[in-house]
């Protein structure tokens, strides 16, 4: 695997977080529901995983992924809008190395997704302990958006293998002739 | 002085051979053009000829110590990175590291090169499609290139863009920059054109003198002959085509009927500016082949949009079977073909492709057999769709809006792109429709098939007319 | 020596080559100081929200009040309060109502400063997307980038339209093909993944395709091909 990503996949990174961003951007208007961010963001960071085969592409999405949600002003903007989209990504990283081939490939985005959803919700827990919340209401808290976010992350992560069937169909995963620079 | 040569060099694609032993050899000062059928490899080609390096081939390619290559791709719009047209040409510079004090000097030249004398930063988004072809030339020539590649440009230009894109050209071999063009229908540069070759097969083969027999060079006249019906063969048709092998509709269409109205509107852009005025009233009759016909950006698409409740602005001036447009409302009876309609794909295989409509709209699924049989894809059904060639893709999107047999098909720039072959098939397809009592309206943005349309719809000058060309079919 | 066009109202004026110079180092100097600027505006917010983890109940007020003179600030800058109205109506009702729920009155007062904090740690950032021009950000941020990532960054909002409409354009086809994906369809969560199978696949297939075409038309243009990257200067 080489070590770092060509062009042409941290371009496709760097749109896929366009897309969350923007898809984010218009449910967040539309539905109002907690955890409905981490059904997009397990959804686009598995996809780029997918796609580039690469350690370290998910995380590239979520830092990309925050910076552009504070250019574009999406949210309440600012420099922590990159924790959000951070935080979930290098986790799930991280998991990626923890679990190297375990499992299937479908259970493993499960898995990751859970573990993403897990990182969303601590940083929400971690931010209310700080500002000196109660730790029953905190945790109370932690409890009901790490259901929902779990939730709304495996229906994200149950869509990958699909999306993935359907890339590699279109050729534009494997590339036949071409050397891979 | 020989700037570039191929000598046996072959390439794998898919697990067969895209290119066999291929030779070829471009001199300073030259014009080459390369014809093939889609899918034959004509991009694949530019591309090995340009960046060797990012391919697994096998044979030799030279290039002189002296060479400086541009190319320019097929769809400016893929290709542009900024957004203003003096940041577009310096991305090059800025890639090499040039001071940028000196980059001003260099952009100007190179804008005066394609003779497109605007200010450095005019947004790309306000030009003409054939301006952004010579921009993305003009981002070439800004590292001074003495050879040019250009794949396929006139697919993508009106008349007026291959007129300017020709200026660009002559001019730049007069300075001695060499130039190879891929392209399906070359006589539009004939003018310039030094040697002509055809990539057949994964060969190339020498072809000086295109003639009607070239299967690349037949003129679009000639294709619209052989495909569509004399009268007749028309007369023959109805009297003998037998019930299970025709396009057969549940009612008889009375083609004295309406089926689209376009009453006296204006169409707009978002910040009020006016795109096209239609002052009479215009109708769509069963039967109906219509040419909607007008320079890039005159208002084809907008117009088609509105006629299928896309877009609800003169909701009130057009009449579609009978009722005011909106998106979903007519089913089945309706049938829109979009630009670059292989971005609608997304099943697996083409049956599926087709099978989706058909499910939606609960009709038979043999209808997704007989499209096929008819536009010759039988073969290709269990394929995967992604896996085509263009030309295939935009027969199979094609397919998908002709297996619910609707009474009314829009077609928005439908021959883009498509090389002879599939171009009949097409012609074939739209002409076994019409003569079944459908009506089709395609969009176009040169006047093409004049002998197979009933009307034309001509925007000139923002004005939408009712025209009718003269037998003699003018091509460029 | 060429002469510098520029557009001023959309009238083409040309100017000496002297001016020109003149004009293009004012105008280098301005954008150096508004890219300064924004910067500090960054690290400012940051400072302030981090604050509101840190500071006592005691110098609560202070913060406060820095705060106020931002909102201001912002609010004549033409930002919409909407937003965060929003989120202090929102996290009043859940935190307020979550210490009613598990101690009654008693700990309400508390609640409300960690509703206080709460909006203390937001409102720098909503001030900051609020005055600073996005493009300003992202010429901050792309600094702290490699020259890949930063073209990444700057590519991904010019392509941002395009995306939105290549999306409008195929949920239309698709819509048109009988997919059940108008809005009175999507009423039902059975057609949710119709929208994802017949708008977000090809939509997806298209970005690829698009990255690959810009990547291959970059790379052509020799990116990356050397360590020093220059900067057009009318950016």
Known sequence: ?181 | MTLLALHQVELQHQSTSLFKQLNLQIAAGECHCICGVTGSGKTTLLQLMAMPSQFNYQGQIYHNQELRLGLVMQDPNVQIIRETIGAEIAFGLENLGYPAVNMLNLVEKALAQVGLTLPLDTLISHLSLGQKYRLMVAAQLVFEPNLLFIDEPWAQLDNQGIKELLNVLEYLLSTGVSVVITEHHSAAFSSIINFHWRLDKGAIISSTMPTLDDSCDLSIQDISRQAVLTADDRRVYDQQKPAAQSVVYQAEIDKSLSLLTLSPLNIQFNDQRPVLQLKETLALMAGDIVGLFGENGCGKTSLFNQIVGVDLANQTRISLLGKAPKLGLYGAEVGFLMQRPSRQLFEMTVRQELEFSLKRFGLPLSNATEVLTQLDLLHLASHSPHKMSYGQQHLIALASVLCIKPKVLLLDDPFAGLDNQYFARVIACLTQFALAGGAVIFSSHRPILLDLVSKSWLIDQQQLTEQCFAAKAVSL | MSWLRLSHSHSREVISPAVQDKSLSDRMVKSKKKLVLCALAIIFSIVLSSSAFLVTRQQLGLLLLINLVMLIHAWFQQAKLAPLLKLFAIQSFITIGLYFLFYGSERVIEAVFVVIRIILVMLPSWWLASTQNGHQISQVLCLLLSTKWAFVITTSIKILPFITQEARDIYHIQCLRGARITPKALLNPLNWYELVQCVLFPLLIQLLSLSKHIARSANQRHFGSTAKHTHWPLN
């Open chain 1, 1 to 181: 695997m080489k070590p770092s990503f060509n062009l042409h996949h941290a371009l496709f990174i760097g749109f896929c977080a366009t897309l969350l961003v923007a898809i984010k951007s218009m449910m967040r208007m539309k539905l109002g529901l907690t955890g409905h961010s981490m059904f997009l963001m397990s959804l686009f960071y598995l996809v780029c995983y997918g796609a580039t085969n690469k350690i370290g592409s998910i995380t590239l999405c979520g830092l990309m992924a925050g910076m552009l949600a504070m250019i574009l002003g999406v949210g309440k903007g600012g420099v922590f809008i990159l924790l959000k989209f951070g935080l979930p990504a290098v986790a799930m990283d991280l998991g990626l190395i923890l679990l190297a081939n375990l499992f299937t490939l479908r259970w493993r985005f499960i898995i990751l997704a859970v573990i993403g959803s897990l990182a969303w919700s601590s940083k929400s827990a971690v931010q209310n302990i700080l500002i000196g919340m109660d730790l029953q209401v905190a945790l109370f808290q932690f409890g009901l958006s790490c259901l929902q976010g779990s939730l709304f992350a495996i229906a994200g992560a149950s869509l990958v293998p699909l999306i993935l069937n359907r890339l590699d169909a279109h050729d534009l995963i494997i590339r036949n002739g071409m050397a891979d620079k």
